[in-house]
């Protein structure tokens, strides 16, 4: 559910998003594992940050609702640098520094319980393969 406000005259709502999201940025030889923070509008302009999961660097998008490809999202880059800080100041009046930090905690408990889950899943089979030999050899 959303969330609107107003900020130094600026209208704003957070939480556009529905869940989480991990995002593979392309920067040409380079690639980027990014977690999604928060799909926000300013003035009715679509926004997307977007935070490293390596570096915590925040990267700010234009955001378009439209998938041509189901795996890929298309997003523009913001070239006006007074646009990014003004953003950026608006963006940081929501997610504040300890509110990111949960996130990215979040979002790093929800993958090692999900490599966990896979591990077990992984050695239950292993086990039931192991087992089904022990059960051949002593029918032999």
């Known amino acids: 559910m959303s969330e609107k406000l107003e900020i130094h005259g600026h209208k704003l709502e957070f939480l556009k998003n529905e869940g989480k999201a991990v995002i593979s940025l392309d920067f040409g030889e380079d690639s980027e594992e990014c977690y999604l923070i ?21 990267y700010l998008f234009y955001y378009e609702d439209s998938f041509d490809d189901e795996n890929e999202i298309d997003l523009k880059t913001i070239e006006d640098e ?27 408990t929800d993958l090692e319980i999900k490599e966990n889950t896979e591990d077990v899943i992984i050695d239950e089979e292993i086990i039931y393969e192991e087992e089904d030999i022990d059960l051949e050899d002593k029918d032999e």
Request: glycine share 2%; aromatic share 14%; charged share 30%.
């Open 82 to 108: 007074d646009e990014i800080d003004e953003v950026f100041h608006l963006f940081g009046h929501y997610w504040d520094d300890d509110a990111i930090d949960q996130l990215v905690e979040d979002y790093n």
């Open 38 to 58: 928060d799909i926000f509008s300013v003035d009715d302009i679509d926004y997307v940050a977007l935070i490293s999961s390596m570096s915590n660097e925040i």
